[in-house]
């Protein structure tokens, strides 16, 4: 009998012990996250004029820049750079990236708008009478809006008007 109590003591110590020592790991946050932001709000005119119709593009990229676990930051960044810009980013560093998503949309903008703008020019009348569609806009927000222990939060706005009846969110 005295023998089921000492083994039965000594279980509840062990038990007990192991349940303290893991309570100051469940109160750190994972990967000890550290977050930064990128923000770029850019207008450019077609033909590098600015009394012609422009394109703008507003970006605010929160990635993660330091972590008690690479792996864990590099994945997230990975993830965040797919949803914000595509897949074709993955690869590179977020300043790197947002400096040719930025480049690119003002790029393909200008290519694609300029023909057709200079021959509504020759066909209209006047500057005014040529379509306000020709003004293109592009909002990529994302925000860290909870990060507590095993939580994330991670909040992107998209927004784009590419000439037509209403934009896109």
């Not at 279980?11 to 349940?19: C, D, E, H, R, W």
């Not at 770029?40 to 077609?46: F, G, I, K, P, Y």
């Not at 790197?96 to 480049?103: A, C, G, L, P, S």
């Amino acid at each position: 009998m005295k023998k089921q109590y000492v083994s039965l003591l000594a279980i509840i110590l062990s038990v007990s012990g192991f349940l303290f020592s893991c309570h100051d790991k469940m109160n750190k946050n994972t990967g000890a996250l550290q977050f930064d932001s990128i923000q770029v709000n850019e207008t450019a005119h077609l033909f590098n004029d600015t009394a012609k119709a422009a394109c703008n593009i507003i970006i605010n990229f929160a990635y993660p820049v330091k972590s008690s676990d690479d792996m864990l930051k590099d994945s997230l960044n990975s993830y965040f750079i797919s949803a914000c810009f595509g897949d074709k980013y993955i690869s590179e560093k977020p300043e790197e990236i947002v400096k040719q998503y930025t480049e690119n949309y003002i790029s393909e903008y200008r290519h694609d708008l300029e023909p057709m703008y200079a021959e509504d020019e020759k066909d209209k009348e006047d500057e005014s009478s040529i379509g306000a569609w020709y003004s293109y806009y592009k909002g990529i927000e994302s925000h860290v809006q909870l990060y507590d222990k095993d939580l994330l939060v991670y909040r992107i706005d998209y927004n784009e008007y590419t000439g037509g009846a209403h934009g896109i969110y």
